[in-house]
Each structure stands twice: as structure tokens, then as C-alpha cells.
């Protein structure tokens, strides 16, 4: 009798055990999607990358309008195209020829720039374990309900992205990152887009829950710059962020668009390269989610059936019994009697 149970004590043993290593991830995906973060990053230094700055700053100047503030933003440029000598409009970076739109606006706020914009810096960011001391601008502050939005745009390879000509990193260090967020509960859902050459070989190794990926480019392929601007004689945008932009442009923070439409934003005969999509990682389908969850921002409201008197709500929470005392007011002037007069003092 006793050799017939045992199997099925082990069988519950086992089974305690396993749900007890999964609680984690359920807890995980339990919880609700409660703010977003953008990390946006240009790789690129030099003139002739002015294209690479103004994708990532027409990003930037999408997911600021759309509603996520500047302290939940992370803009990393490797160079400053407004202030380059070269630049015959000062204090500007166009996206497209006709200077439609100034994508440097009146109010940029670059927290990383020039040779800050490293791998190692990179990482830090994503994975938290920057040094004692770094500013709260500089530091990415997801938690466990962040929606985090990731953009890159430079130079790459197939299974590399290029920071500054200096140095690269791989994709099994991006997957490997995205991973200790993920154990470290510094995310709810990743979009990791990227505007590269051989874009897709970046998201080819990632193995983390609750990503979503899209590459300008499959491995083998080029990723190709949309328009020259004559004035500065180097091409001003990429073609896969000039449609992504397009199509965000038409977005507001009301919008019922979804993200399913996004990763079709660029077919083949626009951008020329095939634009790669992962989605095998991520719960939900993405023409249910809506845009906004990853490029706008989230204000958690509470709808009210009906007007609560907030003094008896506070008092009934609490158990504050309501003892009414009449304080008389106090007045504003006291009366103040006058001078003795000396003069009629008898001596």
C-alpha cells in the first residue's frame, strides 16, 4: 500500500515544486501595464550620419507629442548636427527637404551625448547598474509595469550594431541585457525597434518574455536612406523611420491605430530592404494593441459612479467618528484701551 502512494506523493511533491519556480513569472504577467519609457539612441558620429540624428530625434519629437514627458525619455545622440559648423541652419535638423519639420525643436533634452554614447553606457542604462552618483536623467527608472519603447539607428551587421565607429555591440549582449531587465523586473513590454543595416540579425538571439521586435532590414540586406537635402549635401532620413513618421504624424493620443498597422508602415516597394518582425515572444496580438501603449503616455484614471463628499468618504474609511466643535473665529482686531492721562493724575 504504502510502495502504491508513493509515486503519487512525488507527483504533488513535484508539482508544488514547479508551480513555486513559476510563481515569479506569474506574478509578472499579472501585473497591469502602469507608465511608459523611451530609450532612444543614435550610434553615429560625423557629418555624413546627419540622417542617423534626425531619426532618432523624429522619434523623440513623435513620442514627446504624443504625451510621454521628458523625465520619461532617454535620448542618446552621438553628435550634434544642429551645432555642426557645416550646418547652414544653425540650431536646426530637418527630416525631409522642403524643412517641413524641425525635428530639434526649442526644447531637446539630450542626456547622453557625444563620446557618452557607448556600449557600456548602453547596457548600464537598460540593466540599471549605473554608478553611485548618476544624475536621474541619465538613468532609466522602469519597473515592473513599464512599457519600454527602444529604438536604435546606425551602422550594423549581421549581429552587431556599431557605437561611434570605436566599437560595437552584439546581439547576444543586447538579448542578454533585455534579459536581466526582464529577471530584474524593470519591464511589463518591450518594443525594440531598430533602423540598421542588417537589422533583423539584432533580435534574431532575444529570449526574454513580452518583446516585440521590428528590423528595418533582414540579415543580408541594406537599409537605405530615403531623400538628399541639396542645402547640405548628405541624405537627411532614413526610409524606414521617414514612413514610420509618417504614419505616427497621424497619431494622436486618442488614437484607436494599433500596432499591428505600425509593422506594416514600410512595405517592400518603399523601403526597398524587407522589414523583419518578431512577435513569437510577445503575449498579445498586436493588432489588439493599441500605439499609444508603447509611443504615448498612460494616466490611470478612476471613474466615479456618482460625487463622494470627500470629507465623510475619508471619515467612514478610517472609522472617524465626526465631532462637531464650534471654534469661534478670531477676530481681527482687539480693542486696546487708551493712554492714561498724566495731567489729571492728583498728587
Same mark, same amino acid.
Given at each position: 500500500?504504502?510502495?502504491?502512494?508513493?509515486?503519487?506523493?512525488?507527483?504533488?511533491?513535484?508539482?508544488?515544486?514547479?508551480? /513555486?519556480?513559476?510563481?515569479?513569472?506569474?506574478?509578472?504577467?499579472?501585473?497591469?501595464?502602469?507608465?511608459?519609457?523611451?530609450?532612444?539612441?543614435?550610434?553615429?558620429r560625423?557629418?555624413?550620419?546627419?540622417?542617423?540624428?534626425?531619426?532618432?530625434?523624429?522619434?523623440?519629437?513623435?513620442?514627446?507629442?504624443?504625451?510621454?514627458?521628458?523625465?520619461?525619455?532617454?535620448?542618446?545622440? /552621438?553628435?550634434?548636427?544642429a551645432?555642426?559648423?557645416?550646418?547652414?541652419?544653425?540650431?536646426?535638423?530637418?527630416?525631409?527637404?522642403?524643412?517641413?519639420?524641425?525635428?530639434?525643436?526649442d526644447?531637446?533634452?539630450?542626456?547622453?551625448?557625444?563620446?557618452?554614447?557607448?556600449?557600456?553606457?548602453?547596457?548600464?542604462?537598460?540593466?540599471?547598474?549605473?554608478?553611485?552618483?548618476?544624475?536621474?536623467?541619465?538613468?532609466?527608472?522602469?519597473?515592473?509595469?513599464?512599457?519600454?519603447?527602444?529604438?536604435?539607428?546606425?551602422?550594423?551587421?549581421?549581429?552587431?550594431?556599431?557605437?561611434?565607429?570605436?566599437?560595437?555591440?552584439?546581439?547576444?549582449?543586447?538579448?542578454? /541585457?533585455l534579459?536581466?531587465?526582464?529577471?530584474?523586473?524593470?519591464?511589463?513590454?518591450?518594443?525594440?525597434?531598430?533602423?540598421?543595416?542588417?537589422? /533583423?540579425?539584432?533580435?534574431?538571439?532575444?529570449?526574454?518574455e513580452?518583446?516585440?521586435?521590428?528590423?528595418?532590414?533582414?540579415?543580408?540586406?541594406?537599409?537605405?536612406?530615403?531623400?538628399?537635402d541639396?542645402?547640405?549635401?548628405?541624405?537627411?532620413?532614413?526610409?524606414?523611420?521617414?514612413?514610420?513618421?509618417?504614419?505616427?504624424?497621424?497619431?494622436n493620443?486618442?488614437?484607436?491605430?494599433?500596432?499591428?498597422?505600425?509593422?506594416?508602415?514600410?512595405?517592400?516597394?518603399a523601403?526597398?530592404?524587407?522589414?523583419?518582425?518578431?512577435?513569437?515572444?510577445?503575449?498579445?496580438?498586436?493588432d489588439?494593441?493599441?500605439?499609444?501603449?508603447?509611443?504615448?503616455?498612460?494616466?490611470?484614471?478612476?471613474?466615479?459612479?456618482?460625487?463622494?463628499?470627500?470629507?465623510?468618504?475619508?471619515?467612514?474609511?478610517?472609522?472617524?467618528?465626526?465631532?462637531?466643535?464650534?471654534?469661534?473665529?478670531?477676530?481681527?482686531?482687539?480693542?486696546?484701551?487708551?493712554?492714561v492721562?498724566?495731567?489729571?493724575?492728583?498728587?
Amino acid at each position: 500500500m504504502y510502495i502504491s502512494i508513493l509515486p503519487f506523493l512525488l507527483l504533488v511533491l513535484a508539482t508544488f515544486v514547479v508551480v /513555486a519556480q513559476l510563481d515569479p513569472f506569474i506574478n509578472k504577467i499579472k501585473k497591469g501595464h502602469t507608465n511608459n519609457w523611451a530609450v532612444l539612441v543614435d550610434t553615429s558620429r560625423f557629418w555624413f550620419n546627419y540622417r542617423h540624428v534626425a531619426n532618432v530625434l523624429s522619434i523623440y519629437r513623435s513620442v514627446k507629442r504624443l504625451g510621454i514627458p521628458d523625465s520619461q525619455i532617454i535620448l542618446m545622440i /552621438a553628435d550634434d548636427m544642429a551645432c555642426n559648423p557645416r550646418n547652414p541652419r544653425p540650431a536646426t535638423v530637418f527630416n525631409n527637404a522642403n524643412q517641413h519639420i524641425n525635428v530639434y525643436g526649442d526644447d531637446v533634452e539630450v542626456d547622453y551625448r557625444g563620446y557618452e554614447v557607448t556600449v557600456e553606457n548602453f547596457v548600464r542604462l537598460l540593466t540599471g547598474r549605473l554608478p553611485p552618483g548618476t544624475p536621474r536623467s541619465k538613468q532609466l527608472l522602469s519597473d515592473e509595469g513599464s512599457n519600454v519603447l527602444i529604438y536604435l539607428t546606425g551602422h550594423g551587421g549581421d549581429g552587431f550594431l556599431k557605437f561611434q565607429d570605436s566599437e560595437e555591440i552584439t546581439s547576444q549582449e543586447m538579448a542578454d /541585457a533585455l534579459e536581466q531587465m526582464w529577471q530584474k523586473q524593470r519591464y511589463h513590454e518591450v518594443f525594440f525597434m531598430i533602423d540598421t543595416c542588417q537589422a /533583423a540579425s539584432m533580435y534574431e538571439r532575444f529570449y526574454s518574455e513580452n518583446i516585440l521586435a521590428v528590423g528595418s532590414s533582414m540579415v543580408g540586406e541594406d537599409s537605405l536612406s530615403h531623400h538628399v537635402d541639396p542645402a547640405i549635401g548628405v541624405y537627411i532620413i532614413d526610409r524606414y523611420t521617414y514612413y514610420a513618421l509618417e504614419f505616427l504624424e497621424n497619431v494622436n493620443a486618442q488614437s484607436n491605430r494599433s500596432m499591428g498597422e505600425f509593422l506594416k508602415v514600410c512595405p517592400k516597394n518603399a523601403c526597398i530592404s524587407t522589414v523583419g518582425v518578431r512577435k513569437d515572444l510577445f503575449m498579445r496580438d498586436p493588432d489588439s494593441v493599441p500605439i499609444t501603449d508603447f509611443f504615448g503616455s498612460v494616466r490611470p484614471v478612476k471613474l466615479l459612479d456618482s460625487i463622494v463628499n470627500n470629507s465623510e468618504h475619508f471619515s467612514k474609511k478610517f472609522n472617524i467618528t465626526n465631532t462637531q466643535t464650534n471654534y469661534s473665529k478670531p477676530k481681527k482686531y482687539r480693542y486696546i484701551p487708551p493712554l492714561v492721562s498724566f495731567n489729571k493724575i492728583e498728587l
